[in-house]
């Protein structure tokens, strides 16, 4: 086989789904006449489809040879237990690298929608709230007058858990809330919880949270589902969300993994190509210190996804070189 593998190449994708999707009985000569194939090459598919177990019935004509698809086409399954579906899922940001490639895009909208038929089983919001929570248990940061910030956050948690009602302080303000759900906004952690006096759902950054107390004198019965909470995150998202998932070829591999400035990234993973190159990719929010980070590195990276970013980041050096001229 060549260098260049022919599962890159368009024309096999072409010439197998039209096959695949054929549903009338086809003359060689017709098929031949709308791929742009000789006969040869035609017998060449029909024998490879046959390998992955899809006979044709062929037919003499008084044209020539023809054939019949299957009446029944098949249909690959795939059952997935929770943990094999999140770690599939944690695969996604390394079929990244094959956005070029004519094999992908059809797969990405198939996945796009198993992955929306099952956003209750999403994993990469949850794993980066946990990222931040776990790594705030870690270092005690000390607000002004209040309590340790990762004291806060397991104290928040385990409130979630029992249900209990907080009482929190926020500047001179104080809120009295049914804890529902601690989620990763605009790179922090945020509490989305129930107002009791306006009986509504608000979201705190718990980083500008002071104090914080267990409320035993409220009682509450939760007003909004599941479902209603889970909206109002998405909407949150859909008004202020900005970050992105970067996707890097990495040349210098020691250099990078020195320079890595993890309070920024969200999920980073590493993995080769096929090529054998190293892609990294994390999700980040485009920043001042993620681009003087890009910029450090120089050479040593490529930023390959995505396009928007790729282009700011440009403007940000010719920006760079003008002031130093």
Not at 77 to 102: D, G, R, V
Not at 116 to 137: G, R, Y
Not at 174 to 191: A, E, F, Q
Request: proline residues 4%; aromatic residues 10%; negative net charge.
């Amino acid at each position: 086989m060549s260098s260049k593998s022919m599962l890159d190449e368009a024309k096999f994708w072409e010439v197998t789904k039209y096959l695949l999707d054929l549903d009338h009985k086809a003359s060689f000569d017709d098929i031949c006449s709308d791929l742009k194939l000789t006969k040869a090459q035609l017998n060449s598919f029909i024998n490879f489809l046959k390998e992955v177990d899809y006979d044709f019935e062929l037919e003499k004509t008084e044209r020539g040879m023809a054939l019949a698809p299957q009446e029944e086409k098949a249909k690959i399954q795939i059952e997935f237990t929770l943990f094999e579906w999140l770690q599939f899922q944690a695969h996604f940001p390394a079929l990244a690298s094959c956005k070029e490639k004519p094999y992908h895009s059809e797969i990405k909208k198939k996945l796009a929608k198993v992955e929306n038929e099952n956003s209750n089983h999403d994993l990469f919001e949850p794993a980066m709230a946990l990222e931040e929570i776990l790594e705030s248990q870690k270092i005690s940061q000390v607000p002004s007058l209040g309590q340790p910030y990762n004291e806060i956050v397991s104290f928040i948690e385990e409130s979630i858990l029992e249900q209990d009602i907080l009482n929190i302080q926020i500047e001179n303000k104080n809120l009295i809330l049914s804890p529902r759900k601690i989620v990763y906004l605009d790179g922090s952690l945020n509490l989305i919880g129930e107002d009791t006096n306006d009986k509504c759902l608000v979201h705190l950054n718990i980083s500008e949270i002071v104090q914080v107390y267990e409320e035993n004198s409220k009682q509450w019965e939760s007003i909004y589902s599941q479902i209603e909470v889970d909206d109002f995150i998405a909407s949150i998202r859909a008004i202020s969300e900005n970050e992105v998932r970067l996707v890097l070829k990495v040349y210098g591999r020691e250099n990078f993994d020195q320079s890595i400035p993890h309070h920024h990234l969200g999920n980073p993973c590493m993995f080769t190509n096929p090529e054998g190159d190293f892609i990294w990719a994390a999700s980040i929010e485009p920043s001042q210190a993620i681009f003087d980070w890009l910029s450090s590195l120089g050479t040593d990276i490529e930023i390959l996804d995505p396009l928007d970013f790729k282009k700011e980041y440009l403007s940000y050096c010719e920006h760079k070189l003008k002031k130093l001229a």
